[in-house]
């Protein structure tokens, strides 16, 4: 049964104590709380690795480790010669979980492909508006209703995405935590029983796991779905301890309370790599750590002070304050490893006497009053957001700029900042695809602004016509020339401080056996993980 009450910390470790249910189990120390459990919605890895890695399968799915493409509940697809048409024969004797308030009584088939993309797609679908104050952040920033003109079930196993232009990028957005495949009969199901709003707060999927109960910004448990289409996992409970604080995380983790842990601080690094219990797992940084200037908001709709403020903050600084060395200085929207980054771009130089003239020559010259919001939970391209935002706010302070600093629960601050509600606002990404489209289309293209995950608020014609262009051409070397352009037009403007990009550090204690570093750095896979109970 999905209790969603409160659990006290003292069960679940005393729970923890007893040797049969710690055997197969594993403790996952997360770093803060799910906006949901229905991937359609968010974007925040915290939501993604606590829905789609755990509950959830797409037709194609990105191999462990890698961004590789491999089958997922599509064995094989083909792709038309004028990559117009897509075709996914789908995996037969694929079972949904069954729950208490769900028994499925039919294998995972065509219908439910339809369903998952239909509710995103037709604003006229019964589930589309299921959920108030929600939107699909992922299909709405990649303009996804832009590039697919029809999706057809030909038979119970093969489906057909009709495409209105090619889109180079599209298998690897099909393999994206938001194409996460729902169950369209526990959907009609809770709809005939007057309780729709359970399919999104109760999800139903093909996953390794099951929601079995969720305390807020506390626990979440899982159990094994006994009929995984791979195999039943070698684990029988998965449970995400919501722990915030990353010394807490550690300690819980040397403890042996947690067998991995999320985003350690960098500056334990060197005990981590010193116990013998622990294994340190890095993997470089497919991310961006930024702050956002929103050009809808005075006085940021100015060029000039947009540039002004990349000059005044010491980016090296905070470097080596706040990554210790654990990264590198950002200057594109994208990070040095991936395809088509462009390094002849010259960054912004930390200047304040230059950024003071530029502030005099936009009229303000006694500078102004703003607000920094910071994030308040850490993620794996930000170490630590209140320490950030205080070295940020003296940097500014230094051109004649007051920052107040703002921040909110973490949910809250997703809100508020989708909404625009910020001046300035603290945020990053961790690449889904492997693909720079992920990046360019998601972080800063028109579409996103109205999706949410453009927080800049930032909509430029040329921009958005060179990245669609981009992404309908087949060529990777012509791809890459124009988001070599993309990044040039993005640094004139200024509409993002780029700050980091990180690496990343896992601490898993040497119990766990089978467990891979993901990819995608939001997400933990834990369906062919084993703990030996040492």
């Given amino acids: 049964m999905l209790r969603i009450t409160a659990i006290a910390s003292g069960l679940l470790l005393s ?14 120390c997360s770093e803060g709380s799910p906006e949901g459990f229905n991937p359609m919605f968010y974007t925040t890895g915290t939501t993604h690795d606590a829905s789609s890695a755990q509950l959830f399968n797409r ?42 308030k769900f028994t499925p009584t039919r294998d995972f088939n065509a219908d439910d492909v339809l369903f998952t993309w239909n509710r995103m797609a037709d604003a006229n679908h019964p589930f589309h508006k299921n959920s108030p104050g929600t939107n699909y952040a992922y299909f709405q920033d990649m303009g996804m209703a832009k590039i697919v003109d029809k999706v057809e079930k030909t038979d119970d196993y093969t489906v057909v995405f009709k495409l209105k232009a090619p889109v180079a990028p599209f298998l690897a957005n099909m393999a994206m935590d938001f194409m996460s495949i729902q169950s369209a009969e526990f959907a009609s199901k809770m709809k005939a029983a007057g309780t729709p709003e359970v399919v999104d707060r109760e999800p139903v999927g093909t996953g390794p796991f099951r929601l079995q109960s969720y305390q807020k910004d506390a626990v979440i448990r899982y159990k094994a779905h006994d009929k995984y289409y791979e195999g039943r996992p070698k684990l029988d409970n998965v449970i995400f301890a919501i722990t915030p604080d990353a010394s807490v995380r550690l300690a819980k983790v040397k403890a042996g309370e947690c067998q991995l842990m999320a985003y350690p601080k960098p500056a334990d690094l060197p005990a981590i790599k010193a116990d013998t219990s622990i294994n340190l797992l890095t993997k470089e940084g497919l991310n961006i750590g930024y702050i956002a200037l929103n050009v809808e908001k005075k006085p940021f709709d100015n060029k000039l002070v947009r540039q002004a403020v990349n000059m005044a903050i010491d980016k090296k600084g905070i470097l080596d304050t706040i990554y210790q060395g654990a990264g590198q200085v950002a200057k594109n929207p994208i990070p040095p490893i991936m395809w088509s980054y462009n390094d002849k771009i010259k960054d912004y130089p930390y200047n304040v006497i230059k950024a003071k003239e530029l502030l005099a020559k936009a009229g303000l010259k006694d500078g102004f009053e703003m607000e920094l919001w910071y994030l308040p939970v850490q993620r794996p391209y930000n170490p630590d957001g209140k320490r950030m935002a205080e070295l940020v706010q003296a940097d500014l302070a230094k051109i004649g700029v007051t920052a107040k600093l703002v921040t909110y629960e973490w949910g809250e601050y997703r809100k508020r900042a989708k909404n625009g509600e910020h001046q300035a606002v603290m945020f990053g990404w961790s690449g889904d695809n492997g693909d720079p489209d992920n990046f360019f289309a998601n972080l800063l293209s028109c579409d996103a602004v109205a999706g949410g995950g453009n927080f800049a608020r930032w909509c430029n014609q040329e921009y958005d016509g060179i990245i669609k262009k981009a992404a309908s051409t087949a060529q990777k070397a012509e791809r890459s020339k124009l988001y070599e352009k993309a990044q040039e037009i993005v640094k004139e403007e200024a509409v993002w401080v780029p700050i980091a990009h990180s690496v990343r550090f896992e601490p898993v204690r040497k119990s766990v056996v089978g467990y891979k570093t993901a990819a995608v750095p939001t997400n933990h896979y834990f369906s062919k993980v084993d703990v030996t109970g040492k």
């Fill in 15 to 28: 729970l923890l104590a007893t040797p049969a249910f710690a055997a197969k189990t594993l403790v996952y």
């Fill in 59 to 100: 037709l194609v799915e990105f191999e462990v480790g890698t961004t590789n493409i491999v089958p997922g509940l599509a064995t094989a697809w083909e792709i038309s010669p004028d990559g117009l048409s897509y075709t996914f024969k789908l995996r037969k004797g694929v079972k949904f979980h069954t729950t208490d």
